[in-house]
Structures are given as C-alpha cells and as structure tokens.
Nanobody
C-alpha cells in the first residue's frame, strides 16, 4: 500500500504564495507519477499538475506560469510552489500517485488552500 501525507495549505491573500508538500511512503516503486489535484466546492476534482519519476511535468492551463511542481525522489516527496494565487485557486488540494502500468490512484487526505481578496 501507499500512504500520502500533504502539508502546507492555509489562508493567503490574492497575489501571495504557498508551497504544498506531499510525502509518500509504502510500496511506491521507482517508476511512478505524482501529482496535485484540486476540488472547489460544487466542482469536480481537476488536475493541477503532475510529474513523472523522470521529471516530466504537465500543468493545467489555468496554473501555467504561476505554479511549479517538483519532486525529490530520495525523499519520495512532491512539491507544488504556488505563486500569484488567485481567488479561483481556492480549493482542497489532493496529492496523487499512480504506479504505471497500473491505473489505480492513491490519494492523500487533502489540504485546504484559501485565497482571500
């Protein structure tokens, strides 16, 4: 099994920054994809950014140029640096891990990010 523990959420003013962290433990395997999803009230969960174990990244159009995903494979940790936060970034952010070739998704418990005006 895999356990994902997020940290770093909180309340920030528009234009501010936050850094989320997600530490993975358990049967992670060296080949995996880790990412961040978010879910705002009344909306579906959506991909924010993902990163492969080789460092390849993918971003939602809405966060390109503002958010940066990175990982430390030695620590099995993925980070999401969020700059230029907007009101619409308010959501619960979930860490995600997939171990190809399986498609099973592991999820963290979620961390709240609230952007105020």
């Amino acid at each position: 099994q895999v356990q994902l523990v997020e940290s770093g959420g909180g309340l920030v003013q528009a234009g501010g920054s936050l850094r989320l962290s997600c530490a993975a433990s358990g049967r992670i395997f060296s080949l995996n994809v880790m990412g961040w999803y978010r879910q705002a009230p009344g909306k579906q969960r959506e991909l924010v950014a993902s990163i492969t174990s080789g460092g390849g990244t993918n971003y939602a159009d809405s966060v390109k140029g503002r958010f940066t995903i990175s990982r430390d494979n030695a620590k099995n940790t993925v980070y999401l640096q969020m700059n230029g936060l907007k009101l619409e970034d308010t959501a619960v952010y979930y860490c995600n891990l997939v171990r190809p070739p399986t498609t099973f998704n592991y999820w963290g418990q979620g961390t709240q990010v609230t952007v105020s005006s």
